[in-house]
Nanobody, 121 residues
Framework: QVQLVESGGGLVQAGGSLRLSCAAS????????MGWFRQAPRKEREFAAS????????YYADSVKGRFTISRDNAKNTVYLQMNSLKPEDTAVYYC??????????????WGQGTQVTVSS
């Protein structure tokens, strides 16, 4: 079955950086779009960034554009989220996700367990 395991979260001061990783198994990773989402306390889960199966297309939420970079290493079945210039409002549980089917269609279906990112002011 598909498994997504996030790592790299932690506590960082405002202005600092973190790199999240998501290791995937149980799927042909290089055929799947991947996404990062986040959920802050008492808020809905929201989209942060996504990358196409080939890595050729990336998308970002306006709130993270210019500060976060999503990338993938298909040889390692891993997707990354490099987060720079972190702000207290970036504090959230970050989730890795992928779609039910290969390619670029459909909605996100498989989710990791999440990793906590806390940014202190």
């Amino acid at each position: 079955q598909v498994q997504l395991v996030e790592s790299g979260g932690g506590l960082v001061q405002a202005g600092g950086s973190l790199r999240l990783s998501c290791a995937a198994s149980g799927l042909t990773f290089s055929s799947y779009d991947m996404g990062w989402f986040r959920q802050a306390p008492r808020k809905e889960r929201e989209f942060a960034a996504s990358i196409s199966w080939s890595g050729g297309r990336t998308y970002y939420a306006d709130s993270v554009k210019g500060r976060f970079t999503i990338s993938r290493d298909n040889a390692k079945n891993t997707v990354y989220l490099q987060m720079n210039s972190l702000k207290p409002e970036d504090t959230a549980v970050y989730y890795c996700a992928t779609k039910r089917s290969a390619g670029s269609g459909g909605s996100y279906y498989y989710w990791g367990q999440g990793t906590q990112v806390t940014v202190s002011s």
